[in-house]
C-alpha cells in the first residue's frame, strides 16, 4: 500500500445512497473505485455502466473499476476502505472484512455513537490491526436515483474525524485528504461519537407520531412532526447526552447550538430553532417505524447514551424511556443488538481509562497506575 500515488485506491462498502454518491464522486475525480454490496442487484447496473452518473452539486460520469459480491475482490490492494453502510451493520461488517484484511485504512461514514471502538474491538478479538476511524457525520446530503445514478444535494464544508487510537489520527488524515480535503481532525472517537445529533432529532419525533406514520397521513418530519411537547421531551434526552459526554472529558455543541452552528437556524428553544431552519421545510416524515431512524439512531445512538450513562453512574431517565418505546412499537429488543460498554469493550474502565484507551489505542491493568498500559490485544476481553 502505497501514499506516495497520486490517485488512490478505494474501496466503498455499502451501495445505497450515500455509497453510490461516494463511488460516483471520487471516480469523477479521477481514484480508483471499487463497489462492494452483498445484493447482486445493486452491483450489476453499475458493473454495465462502468460507472455512475452524479447529478447536483457534482455532475458527470464517476468509473468504477469493479463493482461486485466478492468482498475479497473489493478490498484487495486497496488503501482505504469507505463504509457507508447503517451503522447497525458494522459489526458484520467487521467480522466480514476480518479475514480478508492486510494494511487498509478502515473509515466508517460516519459511526454514529461508539461506530470505531466497536469495529475496533471487533478487529482485535480478530487479531486485525488495522487502523479504524470514524466521521462524525455523512460527506453528502445525497440520494440514488437508481443503482448507478446519484444526486448530490450539497457537500458539507466540514466533516471532523477521528481515529482509533487518536494518536493515529494525523496519518490517516494525510490519505483521506487526498480524497476530502473537507475532512479535519477532530480530538478523538468520543468527540465525534457524542457529537451524533441524530440520536436526537431521529428517533423521538418518529416514535411520537407512530399514529401518523401508521395511518399513512403524510406530513414534514420537522415543521409539522416536532411540536412544542415533543422537542421539550428532545432537549432532555440532548441534556443527558451532554452530562454523559461531559463525564468522559468531552464538550460537544447541544442540539439548538448545532442548528445554529450547522444551517443558521436560532431561537429560544430547541422547538423555535428547528421551526425556524428553512433547510428543514418540506422534508416529509418516513411512511413506516421499519425506518433507520428507528433500527439505525435506536442500537447505535441512544442506547450508548444510556449505557454509558449506567456505567458512569449518571441517570438517563428520557433515554432509556425512549429506548423502551422504541423497542415496544417495532417488537423488537435492541438492547440485544445495541452498542454497550460492554460490547465496545470498556465495561471495566474508568472514564480516564476509556479517555487512555482511545487516545492511545492501549488499555491499562485493573491495578495499574495510571502511567502504565498494556497492548489492547493483550487484555482478557480482547
Not at 448545532?258 to 431552519?277: D, H, M, S, V
Request: hydrophobic share 40%; with cysteine.
Amino acid at each position: 500500500m502505497s501514499f506516495l500515488r497520486p490517485r488512490l485506491s478505494v474501496c466503498i462498502i455499502g451501495a445505497g445512497n450515500g455509497g453510490v454518491a461516494m463511488a460516483g464522486h471520487l471516480g469523477l475525480k479521477g481514484h480508483r473505485v471499487r463497489l462492494y454490496s452483498r445484493d447482486e442487484s445493486k452491483v450489476a447496473p453499475v458493473r454495465r455502466a462502468g460507472g455512475i452518473t452524479v447529478t447536483g452539486a457534482v455532475q458527470g460520469f464517476g468509473p468504477v473499476e469493479l463493482a461486485t459480491t466478492n468482498l475479497a475482490e473489493a478490498i484487495d490492494g486497496a488503501d482505504v476502505i469507505m463504509v457507508t453502510t447503517p451503522a447497525s451493520a458494522h459489526v458484520s461488517v467487521a467480522r466480514d472484512l476480518a479475514p480478508h484484511l492486510d494494511r487498509q485504512i478502515i473509515v466508517l461514514n460516519p459511526g454514529r455513537t461508539g461506530g470505531a471502538m466497536e469495529v475496533h474491538h471487533v478487529l482485535r478479538k480478530a487479531h486485525r490491526y488495522n487502523t479504524v476511524a470514524e466521521a462524525q457525520s455523512f460527506i453528502y446530503a445525497s440520494r440514488a436515483e437508481g443503482p448507478d445514478r446519484a444526486h448530490i444535494f450539497d457537500i458539507k464544508r466540514e466533516v471532523p474525524v477521528a481515529a482509533m487510537p487518536a494518536r493515529r489520527t494525523p496519518i490517516v488524515l494525510r490519505t483521506l485528504r487526498r480524497l476530502y480535503p473537507e475532512f479535519v481532525a477532530a480530538r478523538n472517537v468520543l468527540e465525534t461519537s457524542f457529537a451524533n445529533i441524530g440520536a436526537i432529532f431521529h428517533p423521538a419525533p418518529l416514535i411520537l407520531n407512530a399514529s401518523k406514520v401508521d395511518s399513512g397521513v403524510p406530513f414534514d418530519y420537522y415543521h409539522e412532526g416536532i411540536t412544542p411537547s415533543i422537542a421539550s421531551l428532545m432537549e432532555r434526552i440532548d441534556a443527558e447526552r451532554l452530562a454523559v459526554a461531559a463525564a468522559l472529558g468531552v464538550i460537544t455543541p447541544s442540539a439548538k447550538d448545532w442548528l445554529e452552528a450547522a444551517y443558521g437556524a436560532r431561537g429560544e428553544t430547541l422547538y423555535e430553532a428547528i421551526q425556524n431552519n428553512e433547510s428543514y421545510r418540506g422534508i416529509k416524515a418516513p411512511q413506516t417505524l421499519r425506518h433507520r431512524y428507528i433500527y439505525e439512531d435506536v442500537p447505535t445512538g441512544l442506547i450508548p447514551i444510556a449505557s454509558f450513562g449506567r456505567h458512569l453512574g449518571l441517570p438517563t431517565p428520557f433515554t432509556e424511556s425512549l429506548i423502551q418505546m422504541a423497542c415496544g412499537v417495532t417488537a423488537t429488543n435492541y438492547w440485544l443488538s445495541g452498542r454497550t460498554v460492554q460490547s465496545l469493550g470498556l465495561a471495566d474502565m474508568s472514564p480516564a481509562d476509556i479517555r487512555h484507551y482511545v487516545e492511545t489505542g492501549f488499555k491499562r491493568p485493573a491495578s495499574a497506575p495510571a502511567g502504565a498500559a498494556i497492548p489492547a490485544f493483550a487484555h482478557p476481553q480482547m
